[in-house]
T-cell receptor, first 110, second 114 residues
Framework: TQLLEQSPQFLSIQEGENLTVYCNSS?????LQWYRQEPGEGPVLLVT?????EVKKLKRLTFQFGDARKDSSLHITAAQPGDTGLYLC??????????FGQGTRLTINP | KAGVTQTPRYLIKTRGQQVTLSCSPI?????VSWYQQTPGQGLQFLFE???????NKGNFPGRFSGRQFSNSRSEMNVSTLELGDSALYLC?????????????FGPGTRLTVT
């Protein structure tokens, strides 16, 4: 079974602080995606990374794919209340189904 | 482009009944996947359809079934509902770009079984 482990599961911080969320597996992915989900809605795709060592930035969010393509991180700088949500990573092996991590529930307190 | 749409958004059923959920993918997307999301188990893959054929299947009992029509719209059916089937059911349509497989989710159908 291919598993994705996310850490931490829960994170509550103050507005303006920085944070990092991790996604790890023992398997090598062909691609990895990060999603954010808000209550009552479906997950929304934030980014896709495909190359080992790749770094992508989306405003205050920085996504990194590990060199061996087994892990990824999401770093948020100067977190804002609007960043609150469930962050999910999902790994794919070619055109096969995506496997999702359990998610990190992030709360940013004003 | 319009996003993925799911109907109904909310549903309340009683144990033993059956339910059918509907999903319309983004125009041009031929792959539709279904997921069950619960607080305890997270997002779990149910099945995927591509060009009217089931391509992948998760570890769910046979009470869960689906189908896809020629216009790529998909339905999933759950028969003999159990309390544990209460969940958010998400549909996602997919686009494969090179090595990457990106999924676009609908808002989900919140099913409550009483």
């Amino acid at each position: 079974t291919q598993l994705l482990e996310q850490s931490p599961q829960f994170l509550s911080i103050q507005e303006g602080e920085n944070l990092t969320v991790y996604c790890n597996s023992s398997s090598v992915f062909s691609s990895l995606q990060w999603y954010r989900q808000e209550p009552g809605e479906g997950p929304v795709l934030l980014v896709t990374v495909v190359t080992g060592g790749e770094v992508k930035k989306l405003k205050r969010l920085t996504f990194q794919f590990g060199d061996a393509r087994k892990d990824s991180s999401l770093h948020i700088t100067a977190a804002q209340p609007g960043d609150t949500g469930l962050y999910l990573c999902a790994g794919a092996w070619g055109a096969q189904k995506l496997v999702f991590g359990q998610g990190t529930r992030l709360t940013i307190n004003p | 482009k319009a996003g993925v749409t799911q109907t109904p958004r909310y549903l309340i059923k009683t144990r033993g009944q059956q339910v059918t959920l509907s999903c319309s993918p983004i125009s041009g997307h031929r792959s539709v996947s279904w997921y069950q999301q619960t607080p305890g188990q997270g997002l779990q893959f149910l099945f995927e359809y591509f060009s009217e054929t089931q391509r992948n299947k998760g570890n769910f009992p046979g009470r869960f079934s689906g189908r896809q029509f020629s216009n790529s719209r998909s339905e999933m059916n759950v028969s003999t509902l159990e309390l544990g089937d209460s969940a958010l059911y998400l549909c996602a349509s997919s686009l494969v770009r090179g090595r990457a497989r990106e999924q676009y989710f609908g808002p989900g159908t919140r099913l409550t079984v009483t």
